[in-house]
Structures are given as C-alpha cells and as structure tokens.
C-alpha cells in the first residue's frame, strides 16, 4: 500500500472548485518536493504540477498546488468536464529511497 | 519536443524474463534521471525504479528488488528494465518518465508497453 494517502474520490459542478489532498510524513512530502498528476481514461499521466507549486508551461493556472508540513494539495478552480480523471501525488521518501506514489483520487463533474 | 517511446513488452510465462526499452529524444537524455513506473489494470500508479543521469545511482521499488534491473546508454539516449523471475502480479502498463528533480516526481512519460505475465 502506498505511504501517500489520497481520499478515492471527490465531486463538484462545472465551475466549481475542488481540492485534493494527499496526506504523508516527514520523510517524504515533509522534506521533499510534492508532484501532482492528471490521468485521463486510457492515457498516460501528465505532470500538472512539480516543485510543491510550479505548473508546466502549458497547463492552466486553474490548477495549483501547495504544502504544508506533510500534507499536499491540488487545487482545481473553474472545474470543467475535461477534468474528470484520476489525479496522483509523488515525492520522494528518504527513509524508502524511493519515489511513491498517492493512493489517487477520482475527479467527477456532476 | 520531448519524446519517450517504450518498447519490448508482451506476453511472458511467470519466471521468464524480459527487457523493456526507451528511446529518449527532444531533451538532452544524458543529463536527466529516469523513471520506470508501472499500473496494474484498474489500479494506481506504482513507481518501479529510478537511475540518475550518470547510472552511478540506481533505487527500486521492494517488489522488483533483486529481480528488475534499470540501466541506460546515453549514446543511445535509451534507457532499459531488464526484469527477471517475472510473476502474475509484474502484468501492468510500464511507462518510463524523465525525472522532474531530485527523484522527486516525473515530468514527461511515455506511452506506456504493456506487460502481461501468464501461462
């Protein structure tokens, strides 16, 4: 099981905004960097999010991120249709020496 | 643009082994560590294994240690998992990625090569 806990879903209206959390310890989001993904049906994960905060050029600044002592969160504003996907937490854990990964989170529009 | 393109899956009988490949281009292959992460069907991503730019460091994932090994050419701009003693529960998508920093997270992916171990 994964030491990067996600709850398995959550929902809004188009517009809306939702928040994902990805909760950990200190030796990984407390002490390193947090990394947020989008996957849509059937596709490969795409980086939203890296650094805690920073967004690739190219995604909107509808999304965000941010971190606080050992927990993380993605932030969706003005949620559209095309955001419906499952979106996953990383970082690395020092105690592991490995990068993991959140347990996921599943976005639906209403 | 950065391009990631595995190859080299299939079907395999548990104990047989494989080796997957990569082929890396729009990005300079030979100062970027990589990623191999897999996702079992229906399931969450789980991160296989890690190698730094220069291969001297190389982590993995407690289910694959011992049996999965990450390598690269970088005058190839290619990176492998050669995985070894494979089982039913090894059949997943695999998808290598270019590291974001620090082996903190995966900033581009491939499309993934899909792994399926049965007999």
């Known amino acids: 099981q994964s030491v990067l806990t996600q709850p398995p879903s959550v929902s809004a209206a188009p517009g809306q905004k939702v928040t994902i959390s990805c909760s950990g310890s200190?030796?990984?989001?407390?002490?390193?960097?947090v990394s947020w993904y989008q996957q849509l049906p059937g596709t490969a994960p795409k980086l939203l999010i890296y650094d805690n905060n920073e967004r690739p050029s190219g995604i909107p600044a509808r999304f965000s991120g941010s971190k606080s002592g050992t927990s993380a969160t993605l932030g969706i504003t003005g949620l559209q249709t095309g955001d419906e996907a499952d979106y996953y937490c990383g970082t690395w854990d020092s105690s592991l020496s490995a990068t993991v990964f959140g347990t996921g989170t599943k976005v639906t529009v209403l | 643009q950065v391009q990631l393109v595995e190859s080299g899956g299939g079907v395999v009988q548990p104990g047989r082994s494989l080796r997957l490949s990569c082929a890396a281009s729009?990005?300079?292959?030979?100062?970027?560590?990589m990623h191999w992460v897999r996702q079992a069907p229906g399931k969450g991503l789980e991160w296989v294994a890690v190698i730094s730019y220069d291969a001297s460091n190389k982590y993995y994932a407690d289910s694959v240690k011992g049996r999965f090994t990450i390598s690269r050419d970088n005058s190839k701009n290619t990176l492998y998992l050669q995985m070894n003693s494979l089982r039913p529960e090894d059949t997943s998508m695999y998808y290598c990625?270019?590291?974001?920093?620090?082996?903190?997270?995966?900033?581009?992916w491939g499309q993934g090569t899909l792994v399926t171990v049965s007999s």
């Open positions: 990625a270019k590291d974001t920093s620090l082996f903190c997270g995966a900033a581009y």
């Open positions: 200190s030796s990984n989001i407390g002490h390193n960097y």
């Open positions: 729009g990005f300079t292959f030979s100062n970027s560590a």
